[in-house]
């Protein structure tokens, strides 16, 4: 029954949704595409759909990736190495079209994409089969042409709400955002932390004065106890990547270990959602 509700429920915020009425919370694992080459990160791709993910982000490797801490950094930097581009990573989640039942967001800088085009990008994603876009430093004032195309081709465009975001950016955000809003848990960069942010409450609750959209947390989460708080919160899901990379990092010899390791650890965390 869940795999078949995985292939019907292809848009984000409706596989938030299932998840949410289930009375569990989202588990989204976020990867570099490309990392660390093209065929073992499409296995990896389809070992986090087998363990349970509900939607993936496939971060974009890129030079100067501003919001991502050394373990992403250097994700990217394995990635860009064995090749991998923008270009190539849309292309490699066209040739999963048949495999991939749940939905993919696209997580890229916006620098990446006007070199490619803004228009062709999204024309692109949109036939690659993608369900949404991020694009995180890419301020909310300045996505008019973002959300317009988005709307249009039907993509869920989901935008980031900070600890130290005001009420009327809150508003503006919470108003365009599709897919979920991504609540990031701190102020600072991506990696896996020993302890989970004290303002995630105080965020959590200010965030659904204003929308009943899913909120779901990223930045800082790698642990059972982490999903757990979460839950406790009632955010809508949790975002995960630096513990899933941190696995890729510390296995590259070995492709088919890199695989089962991620799948493991995932149904791990999947197991407290």
């Known amino acids: 029954m869940v795999q078949e509700e995985k292939t019907m429920n292809k848009t984000v915020s409706s596989r938030i949704k299932t998840k949410n009425e289930q009375g569990q919370l989202a588990f989204i694992p976020f990867v570099v595409a490309g990392d660390p080459d093209e065929e073992t990160c499409k296995k990896v791709l389809i070992g986090l759909q087998n363990a349970g993910a509900d939607v993936i982000e496939l971060g974009i490797p890129y030079s100067d990736p501003l919001a991502d801490g050394p373990v992403i950094q250097l994700a990217a930097k394995r990635a860009l190495k064995a090749g991998a581009s923008l270009k190539k990573s849309i292309q490699m989640i066209d040739s999963l079209k048949e495999k991939l039942k749940v939905p993919v967001v696209i997580f890229t800088y916006y620098n990446p994409v006007l070199s490619y085009g803004l228009e062709n990008f999204i024309k692109d994603v949109k036939k690659a089969g993608f369900s949404g876009i991020l694009v995180p430093d890419l301020p909310v004032e300045e996505a008019e042409d973002l959300i317009r195309l988005t709307e249009d081709n039907d993509l869920e465009l989901i935008m980031l709400v900070t600890p130290t975001s005001g009420d009327d950016r809150i508003k503006k955000i919470t108003g365009v955002s599709r897919g979920f809003i991504y609540l990031v848990s701190i102020t600072g960069v991506t990696g896996a932390r020993s302890s989970f942010s004290e303002h995630i409450e105080a965020s959590l609750s200010k965030l659904k004065q204003y929308t009943d959209k899913p ?49 493991t650890y995932v149904k791990s965390l999947i197991d407290h959602c």
């Not at 909120?215 to 955010?235: N, R, W």
């Open 215 to 263: 909120v779901c947390v990223g930045f800082g989460i790698s642990k059972p106890e982490h999903i757990d708080q979460l839950k406790q919160l009632k955010a809508s899901g949790a975002i995960v990547g630096s513990g899933i990379i941190k696995i890729i990092e510390e296995n590259l010899n070995d492709p088919d270990i890199i695989v089962s390791e991620v799948e």
